[in-house]
């Protein structure tokens, strides 16, 4: 059931070039860290029967490939970010379990969100590019303008791909796809064009306290997946433990406080917003959702209705004051 919520939306209209026709609908979501940008992007794309592209995740991968190679900024080594990053095969796929409704959304107004899988060079790396090291990383890395122009192409390919196959239609043919992309500048760089642009933003707190509970769940599953303790299976567990501090193999280091977290959240938000090349900004067109108090299920919801509503469909929550 949906709780009544008290978040913040203020709409703006979409500006007469957006009314153009074109053949797939972009959905843009940004904000800051944590504000919940990908889970609901994630939910908003299975619920629209669109493709789904993470471009926090195609950051991450050039973090964590100038990681392995020794480029780090002010490592004195001569980095090459943008062309390690040039040079490898990214991939983002959406993975859903087998008692997941087919995408296209359903009558009963359940959110789905799927799992999504990073793959870089075939390597699957949804873990390895979500360490604190990387954390701490990537935003130095993301402030990069060579990096910013070679990730630029790749978002929009792999846009270009996941557009055209969530427009196929059964039998053959196509029909109307598109895409949900989240990340900081989409709205304002990557896709100014976009039909509908989001701006999620919640608390530092409320941010932080969220990535700290999202933390503790995934620390408890991978225990409790874990293999009674033995020494090669200290090593698998070490592995699992998601966003666990520490080289594979060793035990993850003492567990952040939700204090600590709110300070990585706001340093990350800091250099993310006053970087030089695109920084985080709200799009003068987008539509701000502040869901401190929101529930989950109702911005997806919100957001489903929106798209609908610009697509020239019926909106289907009619049951929110939004
Ligand atoms: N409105 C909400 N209320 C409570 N928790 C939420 C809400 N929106 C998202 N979350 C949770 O917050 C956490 C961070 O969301 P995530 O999508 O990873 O954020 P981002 O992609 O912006 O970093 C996740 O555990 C997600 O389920
Ligand atoms: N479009 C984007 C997406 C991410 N970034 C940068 C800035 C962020 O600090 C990092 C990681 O983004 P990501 O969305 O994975 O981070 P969070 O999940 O919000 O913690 O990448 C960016 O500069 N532009």
Redesign the pocket.
Known sequence: MLSR?C?VLRRAAAPASQLLPRRAFTVA?D????????????AVAHELGFGYI?S?SIYRCAALLALRAGAVPGSGERSDVAGLVGRASIDIRTRLSPDHPAPGGTDTGRVV?PDVQVLLDGEDVSQAIRTPEINRLVAAIASDSAVRDTVLRIQQALAGAAETKSGAAPGGGSAPGGVVM?GRDIGTTVFPGAELKIY?D?SAM??AI??W??MN?QMKDAKAKAPAASPEAGGAGGQDGPRAEGAAGQAPAEYPSVESIARELEERDYADINRKHSPLRIASDAVVID??????E??VHAIVDLARERMGLPRKYDDDDL
Do not use: C, W
């Open positions: 919520a978040g979501i904000g800051p860290a944590a504000s919940g940008k990908s889970s609901t992007a994630r993470d926090g969100v989240d999620l919640a409320a941010r969220r990535r509970d999202e769940r869901n401190t108090s929101m529930t989950f109702r911005q």
